[in-house]
């Protein structure tokens, strides 16, 4: 339920962004019965804001032309939203600067109460959100632009390095854009290869946004698309791994996306599937905590290949590189 001071700001904002609304349309707005919505527009003349009526059919409100409200005016529960939305920035894998995120924190502070901005600051203080890939994150502002293509319905050209590590050029029609699973997608139509394909960005070099136009179908759904290519593909491996910590530890170092973690009587139990058990492998190693592979015993393998391959490499500590790789 919506306290009353909450609606009154909602009030003040949605006649901040609307030259006029009648009063069954804020009624719908605010959820609330028209004589309400009359009740709280006398509360906020009475507190000195220019709201007013307008008539005519239907009837209506407005703010005096030329009356402007504060640039930010947030209830605490919305302040909270910005917080913990500016705090898990980093999970979005997005190189995002961290000067923006500290310079929006302390705008959205400074017009808060003190109890709300102490409460939020509890939280800022004593919460760290760090990404998990910081190798392939995009350039907010190569996103933003993508964005502003995906609407403008512009062309963009790329070169593109497959995952075969094959470099081709390509000019694409923007669909849309998605992050999934630590990457994120530009969905499109490539003329190239003349089909729907899926464009990984952190694979993306040299963009350019090209003057040319385009039309799309406007019964493409992006979001059902995405799921179909990425939500849907098998995974060849099942896994089963017993890590010797307890639940919340291992919480800290694994994502909840990428499997099931069950609390058992000698620590974690970690289920998940995956497709290609050397990369596997390599990821628990680095997770730096205890454990032992109870399913498949290919990645017990895979395991004891990659210790082989860190041992050649410790031993051939004067060799090149190269030489060290053509000998593991």
Not at 29 to 47: A, D, G, K, N
Not at 188 to 217: A, I, K
Not at 308 to 328: D, F, H, L, P, T
Request: proline fraction near 6%; include cysteine.
């Amino acid at each position: 339920m919506y306290h009353p001071t909450t609606r009154l700001l909602t009030i003040l904002e949605l006649l901040q962004t609307h030259p006029h609304l009648s009063g069954d349309e804020l009624a719908r707005r605010l959820e609330v019965e028209p004589r309400s919505v009359r009740r709280y527009i006398i509360m906020l003349q009475e507190m000195g804001m220019p709201v007013e009526g307008v008539r005519g059919p239907g009837g209506g409100y407005r703010l005096r032309p030329g009356f402007r409200l504060p640039p930010l005016l947030f209830t605490e529960e919305e302040a909270t939203a910005l917080v913990l939305g500016l705090l898990g920035a980093p999970w979005l894998e997005i190189d995002l600067s961290s000067v923006a995120v500290e310079g929006a924190l302390a705008k959205v502070y400074r017009v808060l109460p003190i109890k709300g901005r102490e409460r939020l600051q509890a939280i800022s203080s004593h919460i760290t959100l760090s990404p998990h890939r910081q190798e392939v994150r995009p350039d907010a502002s190569l996103l933003v632009s993508i964005s502003e293509a995906v609407q403008a319905r512009r062309r963009i050209a790329i070169e593109y390095t497959s995952y075969t590590n094959t470099d081709t050029h390509r000019e694409l029609e923007p669909y849309g854009i998605a992050g999934w699973n630590g990457h994120w997608y530009v969905v499109g139509y490539c003329c190239l290869r003349q089909e729907v394909r899926m464009f990984r960005m952190d694979r993306m070099h040299n963009v350019q946004f090209l003057n040319s136009t385009f039309t799309r179908s406007e019964d493409f759904d992006c979001h059902a698309y995405i799921i179909k290519h990425l939500a849907t593909i098998p995974a060849t491996w099942s896994i089963e791994v017993e890590f010797q910590a307890e639940l919340f530890i291992v919480q800290h170092k694994i994502p909840a996306y990428y499997g099931q973690l069950t609390a058992i009587p000698h620590g974690t139990r970690f289920q998940t599937h995956h497709n290609h058990l050397p990369s596997f492998a390599r990821y628990l190693i680095g997770l730096d905590l205890p454990f032992i592979v109870h399913h498949p015993p290919e990645l017990r393998e895979a395991l004891q290949q990659l210790a082989e391959q860190i041992s050649q490499i410790a031993k051939n500590g004067g060799e090149s590189y190269q030489e060290q790789k053509e000998q593991v």
